[in-house]
């Protein structure tokens, strides 16, 4: 007779098998997980232009659908062909290719204006700041002599400090400067190494794009239809879902913040044109890029723009930083808000963890992405918890947890209408009441040990009975006792 396993028998190896996996994983993670991120790292350098491509392509996918809804639908309408309909395929191929050429042709042109536009002034900036540091650094010092010679006791403590850090100046210019000066030039080879990789990786992502606009709708049906191959219907569902949340969370929150910071860069640079501040592009284009990263940005970019025009001329500097603050004031209050509204659902404090967090793990690209991947974890956990209280039969309404004095038969009893003798629900007395009082009470008994202490010295010294706490004699054996 053939032996064929029951399900409780599957289900156990299975989850054997898993745990087994798991097991053998963590063990190689804590062991060897220096080989296991070198190969991961090494997978994602081999995939980095795929991976271009998938950026290219989720950010271009808007625009191309925007040119076939509002260019080539209406005018194919009129011939009475609908492009929604399978029949009219060839139709739907020649528009599809149309449009990808369009929305490559627009991204290329944006592309090609921003780089003509902002690298010539960028590069005519640095120059004219490397080419003026000598006159800036002259500035800064005769300000400093002239402060020094007003003040004679400030400049004789700067000049002990001076003497004594001058030692350690040349072990720091011996032993730290000269070999990192080494290694920055080493990097900055690999850099322009990197450079040009990133320059080929962008122009296959390119390519790789074009074939995911093409064939978008394919592979979005392919995913469906491997989710609801391997997992149950109710789960499928939630994945999907999912999928949808995150889209909408990345997307919604990607391009408003590329739109809040263009405006906020062009509002900057046409700022600093009227207030006649040096570098007005450069200026721009650090406020618009650091603005970008949520939270932290607009303070990075404030205090960078502020140092570099300090060297040039502090007056200005200051000026330029009070316009700064106003702009990020409307930013922060009225233009973010209108354009990104609360597209993460998250806090000000999540915000800052996720910044924080991400920003450790993946550097500027954990900045400006934390945000969103952080929403898209949050909203998952809030649904598999919003679940777990349904089946429950609690309610999902975080307000109703706030004033929750616990829970009983599958009803929140708030503290109004809770008893105070259950789960310390009764209002305990204030910390510094309870702080002085404990005080209080330890100097009462310690006042009272004294005072025993002392009273049974003089009880020996006088050739009395001591007497215990019970108020009976050492001495008394009577049977009253």
């Known amino acids: 007779m053939k032996w064929r396993p029951d399900k409780n028998q599957i289900r156990w190896g299975v989850t054997l098998f898993v745990v087994s996996v798991s ?6 993670l804590l062991f060897h997980g220096s080989k296991l991120t070198a190969g991961v790292g090494g997978l994602l350098h081999a995939m980095m232009p795929v991976l271009y491509g998938i950026v290219i392509a989720y950010v271009l996918s808007p625009v191309l659908h925007f040119t076939e809804k509002r260019f080539f639908a209406p005018h194919y309408k009129k011939k009475g062909i609908d492009l929604h309909d399978p029949a009219n395929g060839k139709a739907q191929r020649h528009v599809r290719r149309w449009s990808i050429l369009i929305t490559i042709v627009f991204f ?35 300000m400093s002599n002239t402060y020094l010679a007003d003040h004679p006791d400030v400049a004789a403590t700067l000049n002990s400090y001076l003497g004594q850090a001058s030692a350690w100046i040349t072990d720091f210019t011996n032993n730290t400067v000269i070999p990192q000066a080494t290694l920055i030039l080493r990097r900055l080879s690999r850099s322009v190494i990197g450079f040009m990789a990133g320059v080929f990786n962008f122009i296959i992502g390119i390519i790789v794009a074009v074939y995911l606009l093409n064939g978008k709708e394919t592979f979005k ?4 239809k491997f989710v609801y191959s391997v997992f149950k219907e109710k789960t499928a569902n939630e994945l999907i879902s999912g999928a949808r949340y995150a889209h909408y969370t990345f997307s919604g929150f990607i391009v ?11 509002v900057c640079y046409i700022g600093a044109r009227i207030l006649k501040t040096s570098y007005p592009m450069l200026m721009a284009v650090i406020v618009g890029v650091t603005n ?4 932290f940005g607009p303070y990075i970019g404030e205090i960078l723009t502020f140092l570099l025009l300090f060297l040039i001329h502090p007056i200005s500097a200051l000026v330029f930083f009070a316009f700064l603050f106003v702009l990020q004031q409307f930013d922060g209050n009225i233009l973010g808000p209108k354009i990104l509204g609360n597209s993460t ?3 000000s404090f999540w915000v800052i963890f996720s910044v924080l967090f991400f920003g450790n793990l993946f550097g500027v690209v954990g900045w400006i992405l934390g945000v969103p991947l952080f929403a898209v ?13 349904e089946k429950r039969g609690l309610p999902t309404e975080t307000e109703l947890y706030g004033e929750a004095a616990y829970v009983e038969k599958g009803r929140v009893v708030p503290k109004k209408d809770a008893d105070w003798d259950l789960y310390h629900v009764r209002h305990p007395q204030s910390i510094w009441k309870r702080i002085f009082r404990v005080r209080k009470e330890v100097g009462s008994r310690l006042s009272g040990v004294v005072h025993s202490a002392s009273a049974g010295d003089r009880r020996e010294a006088d050739g009395s009975d001591v007497t215990d706490d019970r108020g009976i004699g050492n001495g008394d054996q009577s049977g009253d006792s």
């Open 23 to 28: 097991v053998l994983f963590v063990y190689y």
């Open 108 to 142: 290329l042109l944006i592309v090609g204006i921003l780089l003509m536009v902002i690298i010539p002034q960028l590069i005519k900036s640095v120059q004219s700041i490397v080419k003026s540091f000598p006159t800036y650094v002259g500035n800064i010092t005769r």
């Open 221 to 224: 049906s392919q995913g469906k």
């Open 256 to 266: 408003g913040k590329l739109v809040d910071s263009l405006i906020v860069g062009i």
């Open 292 to 295: 970008i990263i949520p939270f």
């Open 345 to 347: 659902g998250l806090s």
């Open 377 to 389: 974890f949050y909203a998952f956990i809030g649904r598999l918890e919003d679940r777990a209280l």
